[in-house]
């Protein structure tokens, strides 16, 4: 029986996304995303940020290479994994990403919203 591993994470992209081609057909991506966290201690809000490392696989990554960029907002869901390794010196080394199994991406906005115009034939909808 497998154990409970999920994984939904919010947030902005820090750099483009990078893309690796495998001989057996395979397409990767991976991209680091900023996720933020506001609270508040002593009084005072603050901003506490966490980066992640992404590698999402094949058609998931495809559509990430065609539609993310540095600054793209971001909802991942997949998985954490562990690599684990050692260096020349022998010495052991690990970090955990996540291998993302779905990425939606959030809306793009040109503008900021008070500059956006409504079309003039619109129709408003009234205001209770």
């Known amino acids: 029986m497998n154990s409970l591993n999920s994984v939904l994470i919010e947030g902005n992209l820090v750099h483009d996304p990078e893309k690796q081609e495998f001989d057996s057909g395979s397409k990767l991506c991976r991209f680091t995303m900023a996720s933020n966290r506001w609270f508040s201690q002593d009084n005072e809000k603050k901003t506490e940020v966490s ?22 907002g971001v909802r991942v869901v997949g998985r954490l994994k562990q690599d684990r390794w050692a260096d020349k010196d022998g010495k052991n080394h690990s970090k955990v990403k996540v291998v993302g199994e779905t990425v939606e991406f959030k809306t793009q906005f040109d503008k900021k919203p008070s500059e956006v115009k409504e079309p003039e034939d619109a129709e408003k909808e009234p205001v209770f």
């Not at 980066?51 to 793209?72: H, M, P, Q």
């Open 51 to 72: 980066y992640f490392d992404i590698e999402v696989w094949n058609k998931v990554a495809e559509s990430c290479l065609k539609t993310l960029a540095k600054g793209r």
